[in-house]
């Protein structure tokens, strides 16, 4: 039976010399790691934190975020991460939504962090990174002085919860994604598998470590036992490049946002030749940007992925389907197993377009304590006792078992009677030259029912509405051809590096 915490506590026992982090100046191994992981986990122990508890972690991407993911989960609690970009509101309702027992955080949000106590009656140890602490409050710096490099004793078995990861609902309230031990370790073990991970790779992480995608970079890579050079941000590409190419780095994650932004740089002064592979998820790429990106890293493999915070990653294309099926995210990944239903749960064939239904061991426990959302996302099996994830997305899939991603069921625009995927119109737009990011969206219209607006980041001004049009008339069907083209100079995007429709609408 392995647990998440595991991951370091073997690879700690294995090579306890290898370079695990690099973060900013700080160059740690795993043995240090593991040591200060101990420490602060029994500090939770000694303040109150008992078995099953949730921590949540309040830190931007640094050296004391992944000691306490660790600690936390060396604790036998649960670790909940969360963006340190998030406001004091919303802060209080996961900490209430959760009833958190601890908080570990930063001195700026340490003061947001001491109001909560009154209010949250469950959390009972505030941790603070920093000089300034707080009276009441725990130092790190001061735990990792003071208390033993011994793990606590372990209660935790794979049932238990590992982590709680909020997203964005439909109704705007964020929902805890349950994600038990054997979830995180076998999505792991899945992906892993099919990047082929050594402990050579060095994986290098601009995403937040409170998004499931910069998380797993921290997970996977400690499991395989390589070394990830961790970032704050994407904001200093400049830097970034410079880091990949000092760090000999060999894996890359990027969201598009951040593809969009490698494709406007020139990158001849950089020596890639290190570069393993390149890995997409959190939106599709379009073709036009794959190709864009081949050209740009000719050395490096590209691995272009598809997933859901409910079930880690679901699908992923073979780097060598790429020149045939560039439009594909793939099949589902090792060990797993979809398919493509319509409203009225029958199993669809290929051209047919339906809801991605997901099956296997990475199909998280549901949301927290949200029984009615819980039941619509994850729904019954064959087998009895079994829970399959309903997607939420629309795909269709091929005859050789590719699927392709066709939008989100409550983004499709009904227009003129009509069903237009956004996504297929900004795959067009973005092999317009002098088009750097695009998104599509309905908005209401007495004669339509819903027109189509586009939104388009530009490289200059010499792009014009007509071009635009132009371009889209050669390349989509009359119905999908936009009614509105809006030229702005950067798209919203969230925390994550998503492109943020609810803004724009």
């Known amino acids: 039976m392995q647990l998440v915490h595991s991951f370091l506590e073997d690879s700690a026992a294995r090579m306890p010399g ?30 109150g934190v008992g078995r099953g508890d949730r921590v949540l972690l309040f830190l931007p991407n640094c050296v004391e975020l992944v000691v306490g993911i660790f600690a936390t989960l060396k604790a036998n609690a649960v670790f909940v991460p969360v963006n340190h970009s998030t406001k004091a509101e919303k802060l209080r309702f996961l900490a209430h939504d959760c009833r958190a027992a601890g908080l570990i ?11 909560l106590q009154p209010t949250i009656p469950s ?46 609902g439909s109704t705007g309230e964020p929902k805890g994604v349950m994600s038990a031990h054997h979830n995180v370790v076998f999505a792991a073990a899945s992906i892993i598998s099919y990047l082929q991970n050594q402990p050579d790779d060095i994986v290098l992480n601009v995403l937040p470590l409170s998004f499931d995608y910069g998380l797993y970079q921290l997970l996977m890579t400690f499991k395989f036992g390589g070394t990830l050079v961790l970032e704050r941000s994407f904001a200093y590409p400049a830097h970034i490049l410079k880091r990949l190419v000092a760090e000999k780095v060999t894996g890359f994650p990027l969201v598009p946002t951040i593809a969009a932004i490698l494709l406007q740089l020139d990158l001849s002064p950089y020596d890639f ?28 493999t590209l691995f272009s992925m598809y997933g859901l915070t409910e079930t880690k990653r679901t699908l992923y294309l073979p780097p060598e389907q790429l020149a045939i099926r560039p439009g594909s ?41 949200r029984p009615e959302a819980s039941a619509a996302r994850f729904r019954p099996g064959a087998i009895p006792g079994e829970r399959l994830c309903y997607s939420g997305d629309l795909f269709r899939v091929d005859s050789d078992g590719y699927y392709y991603f066709i939008g989100r069921k409550d983004d499709i625009i009904k227009s003129r009677g009509e069903k ?86």
């Open 329 to 369: 995210v793939g099949v589902a990944i090792p060990g797993t197993e979809v398919w493509l239903e319509d409203e009225a749960g029958r199993r669809l064939g290929p051209g047919e377009i339906g809801e991605l239904v997901i099956r296997g061991s990475h199909v998280m426990r549901g949301y927290w304590e």
């Open 18 to 47: 290898k370079l695990a982090l690099v973060c900013g100046e700080a160059r740690l191994t795993y043995a240090e790691i593991e040591a200060m992981a101990n420490r602060l986990a029994q500090a939770l122990v000694a303040h």
């Open 273 to 300: 030749s290190n570069l393993r592979y390149l890995t997409n998820t959190a939106a599709a790429l379009s073709p036009s940007h794959i190709t864009a990106l081949q050209e740009k890293f000719p050395a490096a």
């Open 123 to 168: 959390l009972k140890t505030i941790v603070v990174v920093g000089d300034a602490v707080p009276d009441g409050c725990l130092s790190f710096a001061g735990i990792q002085e003071t208390f033993a490099a011994e793990r606590p004793s372990a209660q935790t078995i794979d049932q238990d919860l590992a982590c709680l990861i909020y997203t964005s």
């Open 105 to 115: 955080t930063g001195q700026r949000q340490a003061e947001t962090a001491v109001s």
């Open 420 to 505: 237009v995927a956004p996504k297929e119109i900004e795959n067009v737009l973005c092999g317009l030259s002098g088009v750097v990011e695009t998104a599509v969206i309905g908005i209401p219209d007495p004669i339509l029912g819903e027109a189509i607006k586009a939104f388009v980041v530009a490289k200059d001004a010499s792009l014009t509405e007509q071009d635009v049009l132009r371009y889209c008339r050669q390349h989509l069907e009359e119905f999908m051809v936009p009614q509105q083209i809006a030229f702005c100079a950067a798209l919203p995007k969230s925390s994550n590096g998503k492109i943020a429709k609810k803004e724009l609408k």
